[in-house]
């Protein structure tokens, strides 16, 4: 059987939160529409050491910003999910929904 | 509400602490956060977490460079100990100490609460700061971009070898804890391990680190 890469639990709430975000997407608004969803505090450390390795599999491509006066004079680095990032997602979510299809526990929508 | 300036001990450890492509963007994530509104105890949490988790990467991505610098580091006090360094040192120790027992200072060395001063070791003391401190400014300057991977693991392991020197001043003042001197001796071996070996670790660092950036510019 041919080995595919699939993404973790966290890089998948990663690559969900730079969809929803869009073309503006650097480590506050991911941060936080991963902390919006889940009702948890998020690390700004795990979330970029998760866009480095997103980036290092290219999942994900990035572009520096300008320097602001409002971040001491630090450029935002942006990021957007690639091609191959976005075949990962939906190969996810397919096996995610297939999983879960026919689990005795979830039907009726009560866990 | 926050004033604009976050904790500036936690701002100096973040901006040296972690490496990495993506070191700028993150500081200027986490300072654009506490404008609005983030508390100082977030701040620090944020920090704390973001060098712990750089410092686990990096050693991942850094095997050979970690092994070394721990190498180094644990073995740091030997090779100093059993060096004309070290010889050079006892001999300063020595020419504090003749001059003070001679003189009107003597009671820096004989009376009982002065003693533990120790001002005739005062030599030794900034040797064991020094010593890594030189070998943290080389280290940081042929390795700029992994400071953050060689700032921590010097600092673990040379407050982690003093440890056996605080344990044992504690063991001490836990066992006659009306005697003032023990907690004196506390308060010294706690000061130097947790103070001024990691502050002089971080600030020739962080001097070498910035000198080698410097230098690439």
């Given at each position: 059987m041919a080995k595919r890469e699939f993404p973790g639990g966290f890089e998948l709430l990663v690559l969900l939160a730079l969809i929803r975000v869009g073309e503006e997407a650097y480590g506050v608004p991911i941060s936080d529409a991963i902390e919006e969803s889940s009702g948890r505090a998020v690390a700004i450390g795990s979330v970029y050491i998760t866009l480095d390795r997103l980036q290092a599999k290219g999942l994900v491509s990035s572009r520096l910003g300008e320097p602001t006066a409002a971040r001491g004079g630090r450029a935002k680095t942006y990021f957007r999910i690639t091609a191959a990032g976005l075949r990962q997602v939906r190969q996810a979510r397919r096996t995610l929904i297939r999983l879960w299809d026919g689990v005795p526990q979830f039907e009726g929508g009560s866990a | 509400m926050s004033s604009s300036k976050p904790p500036r001990l936690a701002q100096w450890?973040?901006?040296?602490?972690?490496?990495?492509?993506?070191?700028?963007?993150?500081?200027?994530?986490?300072?654009?956060?506490?404008?609005?509104?983030?508390?100082?105890?977030?701040?620090?949490?944020?920090?704390?977490?973001?060098?712990?988790?750089?410092?686990?990467?990096?050693?991942?991505?850094?095997?050979?460079?970690?092994?070394?610098?721990?190498?180094?580091?644990?073995?740091?006090?030997?090779?100093?100990?059993?060096?004309?360094?070290?010889?050079?040192?006892?001999?300063?120790?020595?020419?504090?100490?003749?001059?003070?027992?001679?003189?009107?200072?003597?009671?820096?060395?004989?009376?009982?609460?002065?003693?533990?001063?120790?001002?005739?070791?005062?030599?030794?003391?900034?040797?064991?700061?020094?010593?890594?401190?030189?070998?943290?400014?080389i280290l940081t300057r042929l390795y700029p971009r992994q400071t953050g991977l060689v700032l921590t693991l010097l600092v673990i392991t040379q407050v982690g070898q003093r440890l056996p020197y605080v344990r044992s001043a504690t063991e001490d003042w836990i066992r006659d804890p009306g005697n003032p001197i023990w907690l004196f001796g506390l308060l010294w071996f706690s000061a130097i391990t947790f103070v001024a070996i990691p502050a002089s670790i971080l600030f020739a660092g962080a001097a070498g680190g910035r000198r080698a950036r410097l230098s690439t510019d």
């Open positions: - | 450890l973040l901006e040296r602490g972690i490496s990495g492509p993506q070191r700028e963007a993150l500081v200027g994530d986490m300072l654009e956060q506490y404008q609005r509104g983030r508390s100082a105890a977030w701040y620090w949490r944020q920090t704390v977490s973001a060098i712990a988790i750089s410092f686990t990467a990096e050693i991942s991505q850094h095997k050979a460079l970690a092994a070394a610098v721990t190498v180094l580091g644990l073995y740091l006090p030997d090779i100093y100990m059993f060096s004309r360094v070290w010889v050079w040192v006892a001999r300063f120790d020595h020419l504090w100490y003749r001059p003070l027992i001679n003189s009107r200072w003597h009671w820096m060395v004989t009376d009982p609460w002065a003693y533990r001063l120790k001002p005739y070791l005062w030599t030794s003391e900034i040797a064991s700061c020094a010593v890594p401190a030189v070998v943290s400014w």
